[in-house]
């Protein structure tokens, strides 16, 4: 089968992302401080994996303002300092995911959030429930990381986040959705208020990685979007924005390599088989 077009015009915008000039796609700061980049992150990890991180312009002065957030370092010693602009781009981008996961799920009866969702083991009401203690997660770890602390991105970690969830799929409809829709709020007015000093402060995953608050909306953006799918409601791939296609493919086309055997990749991008077996997204 051949390679769909879509996916090579992927792989062309990944290409010339790439071939930018590390200053074409990383955060400007200013140039009287001598400036580096930082490999970025480990991103998000949970049910969907590991999701597209940030680049960070690292910048080594003796004078940094304090505005990137860093320790002052004491007897005049040098300080690295990790600066992130405002993601303002994805804060629009998840503020209308979470306006589009209103309208889907806003009439919503008991027996719709009883029935199963496209993802196995899970109701309709389960992955509601995930997405409100997702938002949840943000919203506490933002304000932990305000006050200079670094928290578990849930209570208990992996077997915390699956109890919560267990305990929360088989409300009535109408708790779930005021669930959803209360926290995705909580979360929007978060987004939006955050002093510009304070997007670089660091907050831990699931598996206990961290990276920049900065990297959150995105990774929220990505999380609606994807479930308004997996309820299995009606929405289908064909409903997710253009913008988030544009952002999300090209990362997933270059960790291919790590799902398939090269080769069977080449050939079937070449149209010369049929696609290759993936393994499992983690």
């Given at each position: 089968m051949p390679a769909p077009a879509t996916l090579l015009r992927a792989v062309g915008y990944f290409?010339?992302?790439?071939?930018?000039?590390?200053?074409?796609?990383?955060?400007?700061r200013p140039e009287h401080h001598h400036a580096h980049v930082l490999p970025a992150p480990a991103g998000l990890i949970g049910r969907y994996g590991r999701l597209p991180s940030y680049?960070?312009?690292?910048?080594?002065?003796?004078s940094v303002p304090d505005r990137c957030g860093a320790a002052q370092a004491g007897n005049g010693c040098r300080r690295t300092v990790a600066c992130v602009d405002r993601p303002t781009e994805d804060i629009d981008g998840c503020q209308a995911a979470h306006s589009r996961l209103a309208a889907a799920i806003n009439d919503l009866p008991?027996?719709?959030v009883r029935q199963p969702s496209l993802l196995p083991d899970w109701t309709v009401g389960h992955v509601l429930t995930h997405l409100a203690r997702n938002a949840e997660a943000m919203v506490r770890r933002i304000e932990a990381?305000?006050?200079?602390?670094?928290?578990?991105?849930?209570?208990?970690?992996?077997?915390?986040?699956?109890?919560?969830?267990?305990?929360?799929?088989?409300?009535?409809?109408?708790?779930?959705?005021?669930?959803?829709?209360?926290?995705?709020?909580?979360?929007d007015a978060v987004f939006g208020s955050l002093p510009d000093d304070l997007w670089n402060h660091q907050v831990r995953s699931l598996r206990g990685s961290e990276h920049p608050i900065a990297q959150l909306p995105f990774h929220r953006w990505w999380e609606v979007e994807v479930h308004?799918?997996?309820?299995?409601i009606g929405l289908t791939?064909?409903?997710?924005?253009?913008?988030l296609v544009d952002r999300a493919l090209p990362w997933l086309i270059a960790g291919l390599r790590d799902r398939a055997d090269d080769r069977s990749l080449m050939a079937w991008m070449l149209g010369r088989s049929s696609p290759p077996n993936l393994d499992p997204w983690r």
């Open positions: 290409a010339r992302y790439m071939d930018q000039p590390a200053s074409g796609r990383l955060a400007r680049g960070l312009r690292v910048t080594t002065s003796a008991d027996a719709v990381a305000t006050r200079g602390e670094l928290i578990d991105q849930y209570p208990g970690g992996a077997r915390g986040r699956a109890a919560e969830i267990e305990a929360g799929a088989d409300r009535p409809a109408h708790e779930l959705i005021t669930d959803v829709r209360n926290w995705a709020q909580r979360l308004l799918v997996d309820l299995g791939p064909d409903d997710w924005t253009q913008q």
